[in-house]
């Protein structure tokens, strides 16, 4: 067992896989860590995978021994995050304290809550009513109040509703993506002629291990860069010009998705969310690009990569079945 690869990622989800990328590419050395010692794909070289329980703090000062930067990607199921989002944030704040780590956590927007169509930036106050942008208040606040107290450095970036490879369970993830290469009825919420933010998941990586390598980045959270954004209908068209055929969309109002969230929890929790998608969601990325730059994927060219990623996933679950 390696106990001296300088970068561990905490999580083995979309996020955590894309940041991997970014480091390989880099020419850097990889620790994922995951609870169930599995990960849907071949791990490139240079990577390791070791098992954790991220809610033990034994176990993440074990699995993060002789890192330099942690990133923090690892969470609760989606309908869980009120109960066990604090608790794993204290877990892997103890961790990683006082051992000289850096960590980076990637998260969203939630803690927020509405916006009443105003650009959104890192200094508007959390406002969020939810359960789940509570959880996220609490778990900023917490990651911050480790920083001040000088057990860990930490930074926070932020991203909207992200795409890209990898990435299935979200607004324009299998939803869209899946439901459109299959020629089938893609199933969207709220008003598709609002502006939306989205962010390319590989620019989320992108930026996460840019804020990693920056002192000036610690202490603070960042919205990461996005592309210029567009109503979600826009972006619908976008898809139909990359696979060459149009696309059939219903849109599902709070009680369809209320009777959905009957047999699908996770399905249910997205009812308190959809404020986000009545109202004008813009995300404001100037302080980042400011101090950074800007390095964004055009939506163009992510989509295209989705498609293709997608395209393959299907070949591959098709020759799996043969």
Known sequence: MSTQVKNVILGTGQLGLAIMD???????????????????ELLPDGV??????????QAVAKVTAGAETVYFCVQPAYHQWPEKFPPLAASIIQGVSDRGIKLVFGSNLYMYGPTNGEPIHEERPYAAQTRKGLARATVANMLM????????????????????????DSFVGDLLFEAALAGKTANLTG??????????????????????????????????????????RQ?????????????????AGKLMMRLVGLFNPAAGEVVEMMYEFEEPFVVDHSRYTAVFGGHVTPHEEAIRETVAWYRHKNREQASAHV
């Open 191 to 232: 008003n598709l002629d609002l502006p939306h933010t989205l962010t390319y998941i590989r620019d989320f990586a992108r930026a996460l291990v840019t804020l990693s390598q920056h002192e000036e980045a610690y202490g603070r959270w960042w919205h990461v860069p996005n592309a210029p954004t567009i109503t979600p």
């Open 235 to 251: 972006f619908i068209a976008l898809v139909e010009a990359e696979i060459g055929q149009s696309i059939k969309v219903r849109t």
């Open 22 to 40: 970014e480091l390989v590419a880099a020419g850097q050395s990889v620790k994922m860590v995951n609870r169930s010692g599995n990960v849907a």
């Open 48 to 57: 390791s995978l070791e098992t954790a329980d991220c809610y033990d703090a």
């Open 145 to 168: 109040a480790a920083h001040e107290g000088g057990q860990v450095q930490v930074t926070i970036g932020r991203a909207s509703d992200f795409y890209g490879p990898r990435v299935t």
